[in-house]
Nanobody
Framework: QVQLVESGGGLVQPGGSLRLACTAS????????MGWYRQAPGKSRVLVAAIAPGGTTSYANSVKGRFTCSRDDAKNTVYLEMNSLESEDTSVYYC?????????????WGQGTQVTVST
């Protein structure tokens, strides 16, 4: 059984920081591209950061320079360090594991973790 579990969400003031983590089981983690998505109320789910098996990262323009995505294959974990948080970052953040290069059926999602940026 494949499972992705996010943690680290919570309430933070504008300008503050949080670190999210997503730990995977049931997959060969090192072979999967990992991504962080967010979905705010009334909005579509959008990609905010991704990291390839080799460690190459990409970011949405809205978070460039503020968020950093990293992975620790020995721990089957991907991280999202979020700095200089703004109210617009408030969302549910979801972890995604994409192994479709191995098999087209291999695409998995975590349950999500709430991030609220507010005074």
């Amino acid at each position: 059984q494949v499972q992705l579990v996010e943690s680290g969400g919570g309430l933070v003031q504008p300008g503050g920081s949080l670190r999210l983590a997503c730990t995977a089981s049931g997959i060969i983690f090192s072979s999967f591209a990992m991504g962080w998505y967010r979905q705010a109320p009334g909005k579509s789910r959008v990609l905010v950061a991704a990291i390839a098996p080799g460690g190459t990262t990409s970011y949405a323009n809205s978070v460039k320079g503020r968020f950093t995505c990293s992975r620790d294959d020995a721990k089957n974990t991907v991280y999202l360090e979020m700095n200089s948080l703004e109210s617009e970052d408030t969302s549910v953040y979801y972890c995604n594991a994409d192994g479709r290069a191995v098999d087209p059926r291999y695409d998995y999602w975590g349950q999500g973790t709430q991030v609220t940026v507010s005074t």
